[in-house]
């Protein structure tokens, strides 16, 4: 399976703090998603690194990506308590015309205030 | 950013009976995916719809799932005879394009099978 798995499953902090996710992939990917799940609702986009690239940002989030060791991380710096929510990752495959992402299960993040 | 409902939010059934879940795009897309999420576990994929017909569909999706775009702009996913596993959260999502990277999720149906 080609599937993301984050890590860690869980992470409490305190608001102000920086979380950082992690998301190891398996096989040759095409891009790397991340999105964020409030409790009981639909998935929200975060933001897409594609395999060319190494480090994205938007706002108070960074994503990086790791080709040779097939890992990305989501770090979330000054965490809000507002930031509480569970972060997927979900990667898309390098070859064979699909374009559907397959998800991980998930980081749970409480943030503290 | 393209919007998304679903209707209903929370559906209680007999195992046994059938279920429609209903997405309504607000603007006319032509791309569609449902997706599965059993508390506590990952998102699954179960279908993708474009041009009034599936693309690509999962192992989960065998011959209980239909899908449909009835009038064309709802679309649905029908369960024609619920088993106590189909219990989860089902959602839509859109992409604006075929091969589309960004997916647009609606915020689900609650489905529980008693």
């Known amino acids: 399976s080609q599937q993301g798995e984050e890590d860690p499953q869980a992470l409490s902090i305190q608001e102000g703090e920086n979380a950082t996710m992690n998301c190891s992939y398996k096989?040759?990917?095409?891009?790397l998603q991340w999105y964020r799940q409030n409790s009981g609702r639909g998935l929200v986009h975060l933001i897409l690194?594609?395999?060319?690239?190494r480090e994205k940002h938007s706002g108070r989030l960074r994503v990086t990506l790791d080709t040779s060791k097939k890992s990305s991380s989501l770090l979330i710096t000054a965490s809000r308590a507002a930031d509480t929510a569970s972060y997927f990752c979900?990667?898309?495959?390098?070859?064979?015309?699909?374009?559907?992402?397959?998800f991980g299960r998930g980081t749970s993040l409480i943030v503290h205030p | 950013e393209p919007e998304v409902t679903q209707t209903p939010s929370h559906q209680v059934t007999q195992m046994g009976q059938e279920v429609i879940l209903r997405c309504v795009p607000i603007?006319?897309?032509?791309?569609f995916y449902w997706y599965r999420q059993i508390l506590g576990q990952k998102v699954e994929f179960l279908v993708s719809?474009?041009?009034?017909?599936?693309?690509?569909k999962s192992e989960i999706f065998d011959d209980q799932f239909s899908v449909e775009r009835p009038d064309g702009s709802n679309f649905t996913l029908k369960i024609r005879s619920t088993k106590l596993e189909d219990s989860a959260m089902y959602f839509c999502?859109?992409?604006?394009?075929?091969?589309?990277?960004?997916?647009?999720f609606g915020p689900g149906t609650r489905l529980l099978v008693l």
């Open positions: 690194i594609r395999s060319n690239e």
């Open positions: 603007s006319n897309h032509l791309y």
């Open positions: 719809f474009y041009n009034n017909e599936i693309s690509e």
């Open positions: 096989t040759s990917i095409n891009n």
């Open positions: 979900a990667t898309v495959l390098a070859s064979g015309g699909s374009y559907i992402p397959t």
């Open positions: 999502a859109i992409t604006e394009r075929v091969g589309g990277e960004t997916q647009y």
